[in-house]
């Protein structure tokens, strides 16, 4: 029944003995206080012991139903799963932006019936779901995929790399990434390489919590991802996301110096070794920095969208066991990276196995865990053994982005100097000369200045 949609077992019982039926606002008494909400439908995977309701705070609690003691029904509200459409206002004044989808859903609405969530993503469903963007440019879509950000790899980065270029010598004046989250900073390293000499901003953006929650960040980043691709000066590879944990304004970081460092905080994305390029909301945008590449009037763009999948991230820890590389030379793996400890360390016994791998034609690359830092490995006795392996240090790469380029490396040559130079050749700020005074800062709590620091703002 439409009334029971979802609900099973002892959570339908409890509806049935006091007359309740889904999208009742009710008041719940149990053992454990008192829960007002909107009864909403079960997803076709959730258990058949709670009675889920939307609070009017926002969030939903699950009600064990053996521990209900009464109830009470104050009312009715029918849940709308539609997106609202309405038709996108052109404005031959606004800079035209495309809008390139991956499948993040920077714009949804949550369907509690099977309990996925619906993207807002043509034109007129954007503008129903977040209005202000007509304010700001023209927008145009284009999903290109449909998939969890753990599923985006080499196809996807590339299928988004000449999507980028095609919008671009089409005329658009910025591009739009949505992403999920959990891999966007892979994208961004990838399309780095893959897409240079940009004339326009393209910008990664991602939400860390869903459009129905009171606390998502999906309106407020597309809004300000708008701003920065239709009127933003920086013309690269550029992630947009949460800087403080509230919604006063985002960070810009470089596409190759980023990285997700909470699970769950909105203000997730940071610069590593440097400082972001700037800030920005739906309004504004201030730059921190100059070295960056400036917003032309041509459509002159490089595409170099190739990638050798025969490459590995190792994350190495004490004990590790020389068949971890070995197995990666016996499975025809062209190229390793590896996230060594401290300068840029691994332990003895995987000494013969990276010299093997070495002497049969593998690339083996060194970046720290550390993140913050420079691989050195000629100050300790281990990283000069490595190096005289044939190991060679990536300066101050981030493990993941050494790993990106290091596949894309392995798509245009194999050849053993030509790798090297290449890995070594800075290509979108990805290695810094220096690392800035303030690139490493780390907010520890009860530390006074840093006290004083977060009650004075995040500005």
Request: glycine share 10%; net charge negative; with cysteine.
């Amino acid at each position: 029944m439409d009334s029971e949609k979802g609900y099973r077992g002892p959570a339908l019982e409890t509806m049935r003995k006091f007359g309740l039926k889904v999208w009742d606002e009710v008041i719940l008494k149990t053992e454990k206080g008192e829960f007002r909400g909107v009864i909403l439908p079960r997803a076709e995977t959730g258990d058949e012991h709670h009675i889920v309701l939307k609070m009017n705070i926002g969030y939903n609690v699950g009600i064990r139903a053996e521990n209900v003691r009464s109830a009470e029904v104050v009312g009715e509200k029918v849940g709308h799963y539609k997106i609202p459409e309405k038709e996108f206002p052109y404005d031959s004044e606004k800079p035209n932006v495309t809008l390139l989808g991956t499948g993040g859903t920077i714009a949804s609405r949550l369907d509690y019936r099977t309990g996925a969530v619906i993207p807002a993503f043509s034109p007129g469903e954007l503008y129903g779901a977040v209005p202000e963007l007509a304010d700001i440019c023209n927008i145009r879509t284009d999903k290109l995929y449909a998939v969890f950000s753990e599923n985006m790899g080499p196809e996807q980065w590339i299928g988004t790399a000449k999507a980028i270029v095609r919008e671009i010598e089409n005329g658009a004046d910025g591009i739009i990434i949505g992403h999920g989250t959990d891999t966007l900073h892979h994208t961004a390293s990838a399309l780095s390489f893959m897409v240079q000499n940009l004339p326009v901003p393209v910008v990664l953006v991602g939400s860390q919590r869903s459009s129905d929650r009171p606390s998502s960040d999906a309106a407020f980043n597309l809004l300000t991802a708008a701003n920065v691709a239709a009127n933003g000066n920086i013309a690269e590879v550029i992630v947009s996301m949460f800087g403080p944990t509230s919604d006063r304004f985002n960070l810009l970081h470089r596409g190759t110096r980023v990285r997700k460092m909470h699970s769950s905080y909105r203000s997730t994305f940071r610069t590593i070794g440097d400082v972001p390029l700037g800030m920005a909301n739906p309004t504004e945008i201030k730059y921190f920095r100059k070295d960056y590449n400036g917003r032309r009037t041509d459509r002159e763009v490089h595409l170099d969208a190739v990638f050798e999948e025969k490459v590995s991230l190792i994350y190495y820890y004490p004990n590790m066991k020389p068949d971890i590389v070995e197995s990666l030379i016996d499975n025809g793996y062209k190229g390793i990276v590896i996230a060594g400890t401290g300068l840029g360390h691994v332990n003895k016994p995987l000494y013969e196995p990276l010299r093997r791998a070495i002497d049969e034609g593998i690339h083996v690359f060194m970046t720290v865990q550390t993140l913050w830092g420079y691989a050195h490995m000629y100050v300790y006795d281990t990283g000069r053994d490595l190096l005289q392996i044939g190991v060679i240090p990536a300066e101050n790469m981030l493990p993941e982005v050494a790993y990106v380029k290091l596949g894309w490396v392995l798509g245009h040559t194999e050849n053993r100097e030509e790798v090297k130079d290449m890995m070594l050749t800075p290509v979108a700020g990805e290695m810094t000369a220096r690392e800035p005074p303030n690139a490493y800062l780390i907010y520890q709590g009860e530390i006074p200045e840093v006290e004083r620091f977060l009650k004075e703002g995040m500005m």
